[in-house]
């Protein structure tokens, strides 16, 4: 069996760096293009990569250190890490899209003691000096 232009696209989302592509693309002809062929960054991206990945619409952002790219063709984010609810909020307005949202202590001051079904994990303290939690 051959891997076939899916079967490698499913593969090399799984490389780490961008130097796998690279070694790809350079090693085995027939994938080249392979890069051309996504519409989101399977790895972080930098000035130089950005151009290697020219279709990107989707730009997913693995931590807070990532590049952001503002350059026109990409049309919504995917935020990887750690961010508080107030800030999924606010990307939600921008139809971005949050993986792990944390309910924070000044998010509880602000919205409540409910923890919204969206959250995946309680910031440090989050319930500190809280005298009123219940369970169903």
Do not use: A
């Not at 051959?2 to 780490?16: A, D, H, P, R």
């Not at 994938?31 to 020219?54: C, D």
């Not at 730009?59 to 049309?75: L, M, Q, S, T, V």
């Not at 809280?130 to 369970?135: A, F, K, L, M, V």
């Amino acid at each position: 069996m051959q891997l076939g232009y899916n079967e490698i696209m499913i593969v090399s989302k799984y490389f780490e760096d961008i130097n796998d592509f690279i070694n790809l693309e350079m090693g085995v002809k027939r994938f080249r293009g392979n890069m051309e062929r996504f519409h989101f960054n399977p790895i972080p991206l930098n000035q130089h990569s950005r151009k290697l990945f020219p279709n990107i619409e989707t730009f997913h952002i693995y931590n807070k250190e990532n590049e952001i790219f503002e350059d026109g063709r990409i049309i919504k984010q995917i935020i990887w890490y750690d961010v508080s609810y107030s800030r999924y909020l606010e990307e939600k307005k921008e139809m971005n899209e949050c993986k792990n949202i944390e309910y924070t202590e000044e998010d509880r001051n602000k919205y409540g003691n409910t923890i919204p079904i969206e959250v995946k994990s309680l910031g440090n303290r989050c319930f500190r000096w809280c005298g009123d939690i219940n369970t169903n």
